[in-house]
Each structure stands twice: as structure tokens, then as C-alpha cells.
């Protein structure tokens, strides 16, 4: 359990990514028709980098731009999380929906139980298990909206399993922070994003080489000139730094737990905009969501008793 004056800084950093994140699902998804997902990628952290870069030395000295011998271990884990993370959610989000992708992100908590089991040994228990299982049942129903057959029409069952593999890179980052305790949260996050933003330029440039991305006009650029000032100030900046702040005071599991209001949020902001759902995926949004609240409660009480 984290000490109180940890428990109040990392909920007030967790509650800032929450608010930065809650709209990106539903911004991205109408953003994509105008500017590709590889482009708005490279944008938004080519942006968000240059601006994590000027905060590090203003905190920190220009010595904290220093990787001591850990780049590759750094480049790596920025690649899979910042490159591999974008590149697979943002052009996943071409083909399912914003409120799904965030049901799917959602799940990053049991994900992180199993990957600390697998990683490290850390077993859960029969509890967590349930409660895992109960989780990923409930986002079957939301993908497939009661009916398996559904999940194969116009794509979405692609979309929804690029932003999974997404999911999945994003807990290896999350993971992969207890590695470098010896480096401040903000330093962490700028070694690591800065490879990640390369990795999304390589990206990039490989789509274009291919035929799978175009270059975006001014125009088309201008004409979301604030959602991308939000996806890089908002989304990488603020978003990232409060994510990593509030694994250093909450930790992993935690962390992600408070992270099951984006869904919430990003459901809400779908139904003022029009969008109606049905039972099976209300069904299915509860049955997540109630699944980890429920194992967060088990887990604070066996600590409790502990």
C-alpha cells in the first residue's frame, strides 16, 4: 500500500492522465479520415518529444539527457511502447470503435497481473483469476456485441485485435519502469520517447515506401491544427508524464486500475455525440469494469490483512 502522501500524488497524476486521455479515442477516430494514423503518430511525438526534451533540462540539467550506458535497453522499451503502442492503436482505430478500443485498453490490468506472473513468477490468486476471466468476457461481448458473427464485418475484428498487440506493448513499458529506478519519472519518460518517436518516423517512412500511408497537405493538417496541439500536449506530454509519476506512487497494477475511468469517459462522450449501444455492450462495459474494481477491493483487503 502506498504511504498517504504517495497515495494523494499519485492519485492527483493518475487523475491527469485520465482527464487527457478520456477524449483521445473519440478525437482519433475522426481525426483519421483527414490525416492518417502514421502521420498523426509521427506528429504528435515529434511535438510531444521536443516539448518533454526542453522540461527534462529545465528540471533536471542537460545531464539528464545522458542514457549512462542504458540506450539500447532504453531504445527498446521506448520502441515497443511509444512506437508499437501508436502505431498499432492509432491504425486499429481505422476500423473499430472508439468506445471498444477503450474497453480493450481497459484490460491492460489483468494484462499486467499475467505479465508480472510470467515475468516475474507473481502468481495471482484464484480471485484474480476469476476476476481476469471475467474481464476478458466482458470485452468479447463488447467486440462482438453478443454476437460472435459481428466481430468479422467490415473489419472490425482486425481493429480490435491491433488495439490488443497495442495493449500488450503498452504494459511491457509499463513494466518495463521498475528497470530503471535509478532515473526520475520525467527522465524516464523523455530517454524512452525519444527512441519511440524515431521508431514512428521509421514507421512512417516505411508505410509511405509502401503505399500504406500518403503525406499530409498544410490544409489537411490545419484543419485539425488544435486536435493535434491536444494529441501532443495533452495526450504525450501531460498524459505519458502523469501515467509514469503515477506508476512511481501508485504502482503498476494501481495505476492501471484508475485508468478504467477512460473507458467510462470515452462511452460517455460516444452517447453525447449520438452514438447509441446495445445491451451487450453495456452488458459487457460493466461486466470489465466491475470485474477490476472488484479485484482492486480483493487485493486491498489482502493487503490490509497482510
Known amino acids: 500500500m502506498s504511504s498517504p502522501p504517495h497515495l494523494v500524488r499519485g492519485l492527483g497524476w493518475v487523475l491527469v492522465s485520465v482527464l487527457c486521455w478520456v477524449p483521445l479515442f473519440p478525437l482519433a477516430k ?4 483527414i490525416v492518417d494514423a502514421f502521420a498523426l503518430g509521427s506528429v504528435r511525438y515529434s511535438i510531444g518529444a521536443a516539448l518533454f526534451v526542453a522540461l527534462l533540462v529545465l528540471l533536471e540539467g542537460r545531464q539528464a539527457l545522458r542514457y549512462e550506458g542504458r540506450f539500447l535497453q532504453a531504445a527498446l522499451y521506448g520502441v515497443i511502447g511509444i512506437t508499437g503502442f501508436n502505431v498499432l492503436v492509432w491504425y486499429g482505430l481505422n476500423f473499430t470503435r472508439p468506445e471498444h478500443a477503450a474497453i480493450i485498453m481497459g484490460i491492460q490490468t ?7 506472473w510470467w515475468t516475474r513468477g507473481v502468481r495471482p490468486a484464484g480471485f484474480t483469476l476469476a476476476c481476469i476471466t471475467l474481464a476478458f468476457a466482458g470485452v468479447l461481448l463488447v467486440v462482438t456485441q453478443g454476437d460472435p458473427a459481428r466481430a468479422f464485418q467490415g473489419g472490425a475484428l482486425l481493429g480490435d485485435l491491433l488495439v490488443f498487440l497495442g495493449a500488450l506493448c503498452w504494459v511491457t513499458y509499463t513494466i518495463a ?3 530503471f529506478t535509478s532515473w526520475s519519472p520525467i527522465r524516464f519518460t523523455v530517454l524512452t520517447c525519444l527512441p519511440g518517436a524515431v521508431g514512428l518516423l521509421a514507421a512512417n ?3 509511405l515506401a509502401a503505399g500504406g500511408a500518403v503525406v499530409p497537405t498544410a490544409h489537411a493538417l490545419g484543419s485539425i491544427a488544435w486536435q493535434i496541439a491536444y494529441f501532443a500536449v495533452g495526450t504525450v506530454v501531460l498524459g505519458v508524464l ?3 509519476f503515477s506508476v512511481k506512487y501508485l504502482g503498476p497494477l494501481n495505476t492501471m486500475l484508475m485508468l478504467n475511468l477512460v473507458p467510462v469517459g470515452v462511452f460517455a462522450i460516444e452517447a453525447a455525440l449520438g452514438r447509441s449501444f446495445g445491451a451487450a455492450e453495456i452488458a459487457g462495459a460493466a461486466l470489465v469494469i466491475g470485474a477490476l474494481v472488484a479485484n482492486n477491493l480483493y487485493l486491498r483487503r489482502a493487503s490490509a490483512r497482510g
Open 30 to 33: 475522426r481525426a483519421l479520415p
Open 110 to 116: 489483468p494484462l499486467t497481473a499475467l505479465a508480472l
Open 177 to 179: 519502469s521498475a528497470r
Open 205 to 207: 517512412a516505411a508505410a
Open 242 to 244: 502523469g501515467f509514469n
